[in-house]
Nanobody, 120 residues
Framework: QVQLVESGGGLVQPGGSLRLSCAAS????????MGWYRQVPGKQRELVAL???????NYADSVQGRFTISRDNAKNTVFLQMNSLKPDDTAVYYC??????????????WGQGTQVTVSS
């Protein structure tokens, strides 16, 4: 069993910054792609940023230039540095990971989500 635990969400004023973390634990051989998604009530969950094991990154247009995704493979952890936050960034942010459980088995996992609220 694998768990993804997010931290770092909270309330921040427009223009401010937050850093989200997501640590994976459990039966992990290695982790391929890791990513952050977000969701607001009544809307579909959307991709925010992805990072491959070799640090190739991909961002949603809405966060390009403001958010930075990174990872620490030794600690099975992914980060999301969010700068110049806007009220439209308010959402529940979810961590996602493609975990190599065994040499023949890759399972996709989600974290429980962390609330980010951008408001004055």
């Amino acid at each position: 069993q694998v768990q993804l635990v997010e931290s770092g969400g909270g309330l921040v004023q427009p223009g401010g910054s937050l850093r989200l973390s997501c640590a994976a634990s459990g039966s992990i051989f290695s982790i391929n792609a890791m990513g952050w998604y977000r969701q607001v009530p009544g809307k579909q969950r959307e991709l925010v940023a992805l990072i491959s094991r070799d640090d190739t990154t991909n961002y949603a247009d809405s966060v390009q230039g403001r958010f930075t995704i990174s990872r620490d493979n030794a600690k099975n952890t992914v980060f999301l540095q969010m700068n110049s936050l806007k009220p439209d960034d308010t959402a529940v942010y979810y961590c996602n990971a493609d975990v190599v459980v065994t040499i023949r088995l890759i399972v996709n996992y989600w974290g429980q989500g962390t609330q980010v609220t951008v408001s004055s």
